[in-house]
């Protein structure tokens, strides 16, 4: 049984903040989106003590809030509560809201008797984690994340558009790649981020101009701790959605707003250190190459890969994004320094050799993200696979696509993998797969505009 929460940390959070009223309680369900309650003020330390009731349900909901009873966490269970416990470290005001006079809280659900619950995203990622612990090795891992800034109000089509930029009240219609003016034209945005960053101890690292009209990155520094990593990506998220509607912007991380412009990613760099300190994927030169076991750790994750696109691509919008040259690899593929496949060495200090995942899109859970990619690593490792020869030059030139594109068959593939439903548990394994296939078989039932246009008088 998980003991009741130190209690220093919320008083102290009262003591140093008089003025929030309010607390969001945060959990993540399947697709990242939080989730929870909001309690007044007086009642934050008996949360901490007690923590909170909510059904475990909440890890059967699909991308509109509805149960998919197929999951068996509905009805079939009396629809039931668990209890979620804060996770120490997460109580941190949420500047952009209420002048400063709400605060939020990170909460993490357990079973009846302790125990963590088996569908909890966080979870399972901990699950993962435990073992590299008893291997005596350490993740340490970082994640960039682009979204897009769109105008609140829609085009005469009523669709998503790009900003008009604050700087010069132009709508945004280039690409602008790394471009400083661009990030001087949303400087109070961006700043505004940066210093409700820093109010949250997330450990936010660079901030650049991406390849398309109101698209932006901001990545997040490396952290020893994979569980914490995953936790600021999704309070990053909530971050920079809410100080966007300040700004009369919506900030989205759809994997593809627009059709014919580059999707969102969330790349993520990795690397394991020994009890020692030593990053296990650095040769003694200093050179690329690496180390065995980052070849281990390369095969292990293209091995897995065709099947964690369930995983890595989760919704239905996550497919539009793999199209040829736009920077989404679209074949298990890897390289030294190359942008063009699924993993990337990057260049750099032999002390920072690492992979970089450039597969998922934003719209990914981060913590499901992390679990998949750091158990395809253990497989790679456990079974010392080797990868291919590594590509050099346009990988989208030499390679066929071999990873689906099809919603359907990325399920299909999930669901018959035990490598990943033992790594992730068996039963968190059947609910996800349930819970996507569900939501596309209503997806399905949606007939889109297009086909209107295209087929309602043509055939």
């Not at 629809?79 to 005001?93: A, E, F, N, Q």
């Not at 079973?111 to 073992?131: T, W």
């Not at 210093?195 to 932006?216: R, V």
């Not at 990795?270 to 750790?297: C, H």
Request: hydrophobic residues 40%.
């Amino acid at each position: 049984m998980t003991p009741a929460s130190d209690t220093h940390e919320p008083s102290d959070f009262l003591e140093k903040h008089p003025d929030v009223e309010s607390f969001d309680l945060l959990i993540s369900d399947l697709n990242g989106v939080l989730r929870g309650k909001r309690i007044p003020r007086d009642n934050l330390l008996k949360a901490h003590e007690n923590g909170v009731n909510l059904p475990a349900s909440l890890f059967a909901l699909d991308i509109n809030g509805n149960t998919i009873e197929e999951t068996g966490l509905g009805l079939a269970t009396g629809d039931s509560d668990r209890v979620c416990r804060p996770i120490p470290g997460t109580l941190m005001g949420t500047p952009w809201l209420r002048d400063g006079r709400q605060a939020q809280l990170l909460m993490t659900m357990e079973e009846i008797d302790g125990s963590p619950f088996f569908a909890d995203p966080r979870q399972v990622l901990s699950r993962v984690l435990a073992n590299f612990t008893a291997r005596g090795l350490t993740p340490v891992v970082a994640l960039e994340l682009e979204f897009y800034l769109v105008d609140r109000r829609r085009d005469e089509r009523g669709k998503a558009q790009p900003p008009c930029s604050p700087g010069t009240g132009e709508r945004a219609t280039q690409s602008q790649l790394y471009s400083i003016n661009e990030l001087d034209e949303y400087a109070d945005f961006l700043e505004e981020i940066q210093q409700a960053a820093i109010e949250q101890s997330l450990p936010l690292d660079t901030a650049l101009k991406e390849c398309a009209p109101g698209q932006f990155e901001i990545n997040l520094i490396h952290c020893d701790d994979a569980l914490r990593a995953a936790d600021s990506a999704v309070l990053l998220k909530r971050l920079i959605r809410g100080v966007a509607l300040n700004h009369d912007f919506e900030a989205t991380f759809m994997a593809k707003p627009y059709g014919n412009e580059a999707g969102n990613g969330a790349h993520v760099h990795i690397s394991l250190i020994d009890e020692e300190g030593r990053n296990v994927f650095a040769s003694d030169d200093e050179d690329l190459l690496g180390t065995p076991v980052l070849k281990q750790a390369i095969a292990g994750v293209l091995e897995l890969m065709p099947a964690s696109v369930a995983i890595l691509a989760p919704n239905l919008n996550s497919f539009r994004r793999f199209q040829p040259s736009l920077y989404v690899p679209m074949t298990p593929s890897w390289g030294y320094d190359n942008r063009t496949v699924a993993v990337r060495i990057p260049s750099g200090p032999n002390a920072a050799r690492r992979i970089e995942h450039r597969v998922a899109g934003a719209d990914v859970n981060p913590y499901l993200l992390l679990a998949t990619l750091l158990a395809s690593i253990l497989h790679g490792l456990n079974h010392e696979l080797t990868p291919p020869a590594p590509i050099e030059g346009n990988a989208y030139e030499q390679l066929e696509p071999t990873l689906t594109n099809s919603w359907l068959q990325a399920l299909d593939l999930f669901a018959a993998n035990d490598v990943l439903a033992e790594a992730l548990g068996r039963d968190f394994h059947h609910v996800y797969h349930i819970n996507r296939r569900e939501e596309r078989a209503q997806a399905m039932q949606a007939v889109s505009p297009l086909e209107y246009d295209w087929y309602l008088r043509n055939v």
